[in-house]
């Protein structure tokens, strides 16, 4: 019997999952009247956070689920904003044609942002979830990111 050690794998599907949670999570904390001034910026660490939890996701896959949010973003945001401001489409809409290439730059800098801290809530919640599971599977010490002692021990 030969041990070998290789890092936990999670199916591109659980990446998917987790990247739609965290947005769905972070699109939530802007509903909640008044308090969605502090949920709100938060929104995007806290939903990555919980998807990283979810899958236990190692740093890169945390990248990752932080970037199938900014993705989720472009796709729901982003799109909509760029045919209505930024085409011919919009041309209806009480918009200065100056101000236009404004309102693209804030939607690309809102796409990092959310593409970032979900990111940043993804590792730091993987590493939470991983941190439970070794407390709860063994008495082994609490593995740091990056360590080997994070790696899933498999036996052939």
């Known amino acids: 019997m030969t041990t070998s050690i290789e890092p936990a794998r999670h199916s591109g599907r659980d990446v998917l999952k987790a990247s739609a949670i965290g947005f769905g999570i972070a699109l939530a904390c802007l509903l909640p009247p008044i308090i969605h001034f502090f949920t709100g910026p ?72 959310v593409t970032v801290l979900g990111a940043i809530g993804a590792i730091v919640g993987g590493y939470v979830a991983r941190q439970k599971a070794s407390a709860a599977g063994n008495d082994s010490p609490p593995a740091t990111p990056g360590s080997m002692a994070s790696w899933k021990t498999t036996s052939h």
Do not use: H
């Open 42 to 113: 938060a929104g995007p660490f806290i939903g990555g956070f919980i998807g990283g939890s979810r899958v236990e996701a190692e740093p890169g896959k945390g990248v990752l689920i932080g970037i199938g949010m900014g993705v989720c973003v472009s796709v729901v945001i982003g799109i909509p904003v760029f045919l209505l401001v930024l085409t011919p489409l919009g041309n209806w809409l009480p918009i200065d044609p100056g101000q236009r290439g404004t309102i693209g730059v804030v939607m690309l800098i809102a796409m990092v942002y």
